[in-house]
Structure formats: C-alpha cells, structure tokens
C-alpha cells in the first residue's frame, strides 16, 4: 500500500503516476441507516456511497440533520448501518458483532468530538496514554512525545481538563486520538465549541497531523471556513451526499 | 492506568467515596463484633471452668457444656460414688442457678469440697461463706457492679450479704451455699455439675472411661477439651444466629455499594461512551468498575476493622463483664464478606455500563 500524503483523487480509484491502482481507506456503497421513532421510520442515511483515501483531509458539509452526524458514527464502527456496505481498511462493518467494531475502533479509528469528551478526572497525560492503554500495547514514549511535541503540549500534561482552555482541551483530544496510530481520524465539529481563534489553531494542526503524519481525516462540519482546510468537501443534505467537489 | 483512573474516580466524589466506605465499615464492624460478642461469651465462660482447677466434669444426660442453658439437676448422692473412683482425689458438687436479670451463672457450692478441687479462693477483701445468706463475688463482678463489701444482693428474690470478694476466673462470678440454692430452687439433694479433681493429671483418661462404665448416659468431658469445643460454630443456635447477622451484614454491603456505583455509572455515562468511541471492551469497562469497587471494599474493611476494635474497646469500659473476642481470621473473614457483597452489589452496574450504547452515552448530557 502506497502511503500518500498529497492525494486529490476525485473517482473510485486513481493511477498515481499511472503505476498503481489506490484503495481507498474507507468506502461506503448504498449506505442506508434508519432510526425507528415508536412506529415512523426516519432515515438518517439514504443510500450513501463515498471514497476515501489514504493521506486524504475530507471535510463533510451540511446544515443541522442532514444526517453528517450518524455517517461518522456508523463509518467509525459505533453504531450499525442498517444495510448497505462499510469497508474500512478492508473489514466490512456491517457484518461485524458489536465486539469485533468495538476491537477495530481500538486499532484503527481515532474520534475527535465537538464537546472534547475527555475524562474530567484525568489529567492531560493520562488522558492520551488512556488510549494507549486501551489499545493495548503498551506506553510507548517515543509516539507520545511526537504527538505532544507536534500539537504542543508539552507544558500542560499534568493539567485537568477543568485547568485547560477549550482550545487546550481539544488539542489533548487531537492527542488522544492519533497517539495510537489510527488508520483514520474522524472529527465531529471539532470547533463547534471553540472561539476563531482556537478553531483556526485547531483546523491547522489537523492541517498539519495530514501533512507532516500522512494522517487520513474525515472531518464534520457547518461551516463552511473549516471546511475548506480539506481536500475536498463532501455536501450532505437530507441523508443523501448532494457534491463532493474539491476546494483545491 | 486503571489503578490510576478509579483513584481519580474514588477522590472526585469524595462525599460519595465516604459514605460508601463508611456503609461497607459498619458492615465489617457488624460482623466482627456480633461474633466477637458471642465466642467471647463462650471463650469467658469456657476460661472460667477451666479456672476451677477441675480435670473432669460431669453433667447429666445432654448438657450442655454452657452449664447456664442447662437443666435438669442429678442425685447429689453420685458425688460419694464418684469418689470412690480409683485416682480420684476429690469431687466438688455444684448447683448452677442462671440469673436471668444479670445474664450471670451462680454457683450454689459445698465449701470443703470445692476448696478440694479449686484450690480455694484468693480473697481481695472479706472472709469465706459462713452464714447461709452469705454471698462471695469475683472482683470483676463487683468492681463492674460497684458492690461493696458487707452490702446486700438480691439475687431470685433472696436479701443475699456479700461477705467476700474474690479473685475471678472460679467457674462463676457469685458464689453461694449449695443447700441454700438448692431450697431456694426446690431441688433437694441435687447438683448440677460435678467437678473432679484426679490424683495425678494423666490419670484423666483412665477416670474418665471409669465414669462413662458407671454413669453410661452421663456427659463426662475432660476439661482440658473444653476450650476447643467453645466455639460459636459448636453451638448450633449461635451458629445460625451468627449468619443471619452475617447474611444482614452483606444485604447492607450489597444494597450500598449497587446503590452507589448505579448512580456513579449514571453520572459518567459520557465517559462510558468515550470508553467505547476509544475501543474499550465491555470486560475493560466491566474491569473498571469492580476494581473500583474492590478499591472502596478494602478501604471500608480497613475502616471496619479500625472501628471494631474502637466499639470493642468503648464496650468493654461500658461493660466490664463483657469479653469480645477480634480473631484474625474473623477479621479477614469479615473483609472477605465485605468484598463479596460488594462486587454481587457492583455486578448489575458493572454489567450496565458495558452494555450502553456508545452513540446514546456520547449525546448524555
């Protein structure tokens, strides 16, 4: 597998150079998933089909309900798809027990959440060596250092999330969420909570977690500035992926 | 990394931490005194017949060796046969009256012959039985009553003269004149309990065996075995007593602790869902939650047993007669039960966190 770092494919598959045919990372075909409120059945996915590749930085665009929320939660393996296919680094979601997406969230997918959602009684260094531990190998230090060095981090380790700033507090999130090497960030309106100026700090070390790691991220959003720190830009609307035009 | 995670846990609530930890110390302390009360009593009781000096008892037909539950008084004429027994040196005839009021034995005894096999008592103050209203008490006894010397006791409605205070440790703690016991009780001519003194220690066996021939149906028992059988498992209606005061101890420790870790799941249902967003099995979850568990049961069997032997110690200044008995091996036990009751308590909780749905425990507000 080829680790790509500038990729702007625009269709299924592309020929780097005209050499070697790229899989994507992540593929949905027809993905449907419908809630069921009492008796009415309301689809929050209608048939969604998206590519995305290895390297690649997409943000996913829509207004409020437009179902942007559940894609990233059943492409990352937390709730089920009700039909259609999920394949993520090849393992089809859709078929997995609950245990087995459970196993591939620890190994390949790392979340970031517009809340920060990290745990209030931990401080800063443990709550990014909690993933570590969760992932199961261990503490390694030189990974850590890296991410903590990169997102920059290194003078609030031993804070509380209660004694960080929301900016602060999503970088430690950020953190948390690439220190086990995941196959793919997904992030939920990761500014959504955050004033201009930590937002653009935000966008940019995701920026920079693609550029300098070859980081792959999918990321939520309403807006359409932060939007444009992707690659490309997927527009949903009712369900349904409406444009996946490039901004570049 | 757990270890780390339920310390934050335990010290972030630490109202919650207290009260839970103090639930699951009651609970010890419960366990630990009720049955360091009851082998206490049995201990106290079983060190003072030894303290007879005696090397045989005998008792009628089913006695029990708690000669304060027993009944049913023999012929006093078997003490002339007894001694009559090849290596026997003396045997001391003893009516024992229980005197409900005070929760004490009376000795009801026969001066020359319980001096034979006892020894005699020590006196601290006073002289012995002399007239038949006399009374002796021990001096823990009197010390825990405030009887002094030359006042009067009423025991079964009876003006009794205390005459004498004595060294305790003789079997009873109240001494009287066996014929003044025996007509207060309408029982002529009858004892209790023989106390047998061998000539020799090793002699036991032999006078024993020799006793069972000639009283077939008898309760003859060595005393040197007595201390072993003074246990509250011995004793069947001790023994059931005791674990339903065990059996209330572990509802306390379960209902507390279910209680305490369903609300601290309830309240970290978002961080539940981060656990699952990050790749946390349910047995991670699961693991989480007993350990904390495990963490607030030790803490309270320490606590528990620190305040056992607090209420050990106020018990015993309140009530002198009183002896509770704190073994090691109770004191484990009771951690144990504790730790037990515990993680059945922490078991629906822990099972209830793992299974939450990681996208409705993210939105929890």
């Known amino acids: 597998m080829l680790k790509a770092t500038r990729i702007f494919p625009s269709s299924d598959s592309l020929t780097l150079e005209g050499e070697r045919l790229l ?6 075909e027809n993905l449907w998933k419908v809630y069921r409120q009492g008796k009415v059945e309301v689809p929050a996915l209608r048939g969604v089909s998206i590519d995305i590749f290895p390297g690649e930085f997409v943000s996913i665009m829509g207004p409020s309900g437009c179902g942007k929320s559940t894609m990233l939660h059943v492409i990352g393996g937390l709730a089920q798809a009700t039909s259609g296919r999920v394949l993520l680094d090849g393992n089809d979601l859709t078929t997995m027990s609950d245990s087995a997406r459970t196993l591939l969230r620890r190994h390949k997918v790392g979340f970031v959440f517009q809340r920060f959602n990290l745990l209030p009684t931990l401080d800063a260094y443990h709550n990014i060596t909690l993933a570590q531990h969760i992932h199961g190998n261990g503490f390694d230090p030189h990974r850590f250092q890296v991410v903590a060095d990169l997102l920059g981090l290194s003078g609030r380790l031993n804070h ?47 920026r920079q977690l693609n550029q300098d790691l070859g980081q ?33 | 990394m757990i270890r780390y995670m339920i310390t934050q846990n335990v010290l972030h609530r630490p109202l919650r931490t207290f009260i839970t ?21 049995l201990s106290e009781s079983a060190k003072r017949i030894e303290g007879v000096g005696a090397d045989i008892m005998v008792q009628p037909p089913q006695a029990s060796y708690l000669m304060a539950f027993s009944g049913a008084p023999m012929p006093i004429a078997i003490a002339d046969k007894l001694a009559q027994l090849e290596y026997v040196q003396a045997v001391a005839p003893v009516l024992t009256q229980f005197n409900t009021s005070g929760i004490e034995i ?141 059996g209330i101890a572990v509802v306390i420790g379960f209902l507390v602790i279910f209680l305490s870790m ?88 822990a099972w209830m966190a793992s299974r939450k749905d990681p996208v409705e425990a993210l939105a929890y507000e």
């Not at chain 2, 002289?127 to 030359?150: E, F, N, T």
């Not at chain 2, 978002?270 to 990050?278: F, M, N, S, T, W």
Request: aromatic share 6%.
């Open chain 1, 23 to 28: 899989e994507p990372i992540l593929k949905t």
């Open chain 2, 106 to 246: 009376v000795y009801g005894i026969d001066k020359a012959s319980f001096n034979a096999v006892t020894g005699g008592f020590v006196f601290h103050e006073g002289h012995d039985l002399r007239g038949l209203d006399d009374i002796l008490v021990d001096d823990v006894y009197a010390k825990s009553k405030k009887i002094k010397l030359g006042q009067t006791l009423q025991l079964f409605n009876h003006d009794f003269h205390v005459v004498g205070i004595v060294e305790h440790g003789k079997g009873a703690r109240l001494f009287v004149f066996l014929s003044t016991l025996q007509e207060m009780g309408g029982a002529h001519d009858k004892a209790s309990v023989f106390f047998i003194k061998c000539d020799r220690a090793d002699h036991t066996p032999a006078v024993t065996d020799e006793i069972k021939e000639l009283l077939p149906r008898y309760e003859v028992r060595p005393l040197r075995d007595l201390m072993s059988l003074m246990t509250s498992s011995n004793l069947p209606g001790l023994a059931a007593f005791i674990n339903v005061m065990i």
């Open chain 2, 21 to 41: 930890v103090l639930a699951v110390a009651v609970e010890v302390t419960l366990v630990i005194i009720v049955v360091g009360l009851t082998s206490g009593l």
């Open chain 2, 262 to 349: 369903y609300t601290t799941i309830i309240e970290r249902t978002r961080e539940i869902g981060v656990l699952k967003a990050l790749g946390a099995s349910k047995g991670y979850i699961v693991r989480i939650v007993l350990s904390e568990t495990t963490l607030l049961c030790i803490g309270g069997a320490v606590a528990g047993v620190g305040l056992s032997f607090l209420m050990s110690a106020i018990f015993i200044k309140l009530f002198p007669t009183l002896t509770i008995l704190i073994t090691p091996l109770w004191v484990l036990r009771a951690g144990l039960i504790a730790l037990v009751g515990g993680l059945l308590g922490a078991a629906y909780p």
């Open chain 1, 216 to 248: 792959t991220i999918v990321m939520i959003t309403h807006n359409p500035e932060a939007a444009a720190y992707g690659h490309r830009v997927l527009h949903m609307r009712d369900g349904e992926v409406v444009d996946g035009s490039s901004v570049h």
């Open chain 1, 160 to 206: 509380k999330p209660s004694e960080l700033s929301g900016g602060e507090q999503q970088r430690v999130a950020l953190a948390r969420a690439i220190v086990s090497e995941p196959k793919i960030v997904l992030a939920d309106e990761p500014t959504g909570n955050l004033d201009t100026k930590s937002s653009e700090a935000v966008l940019g070390l995701l």
